[in-house]
Nanobody, 123 residues
């Protein structure tokens, strides 16, 4: 079955960097749309960035110029490079997968989810 396992979350100071990873298994990774989402306490889950099977990327306005999504199809790993982190980036970050070519930055679009990895940014 589809499994998504996130790692790389940590506590950092504002201005710092982290790289999140998501190891995927149980499906044809290169043929799925993949995304990163986040959820802070009391908030709804929101889209951070997506990448589809053609390597088309999209990201949320809040992270433009700071976060970069990428993937390694040979290793079945999805990444999120996060630079210049801000306290408002503090959240649980989730990896998600959606079968098919196209997707948008909307959690309801995605079929499969990981358990999440916590990112905490202090000022």
């Amino acid at each position: 079955q589809v499994q998504l396992v996130e790692s790389g979350g940590d506590s950092v100071q504002a201005g710092g960097s982290l790289r999140l990873s998501c190891a995927a298994s149980g499906y044809s990774f290169s043929h799925y749309c993949m995304g990163w989402f986040r959820q802070a306490p009391g908030n709804e889950r929101e889209g951070v960035a997506i990448i589809n099977s053609n390597n088309y990327k999209a990201d949320a306005d809040a992270v433009k110029g700071r976060f970069t999504i990428s993937k390694d199809n040979a290793k079945n790993i999805l990444y999120l490079q996060m630079n210049n982190l801000k306290p408002e980036d503090t959240a649980m970050y989730y990896c998600a997968a959606k079968s098919g070519l196209y997707c948008v930055l909307r959690p309801s679009e995605f079929n499969y989810w990981g358990q999440g990895t916590q990112v905490t940014v202090s000022s």
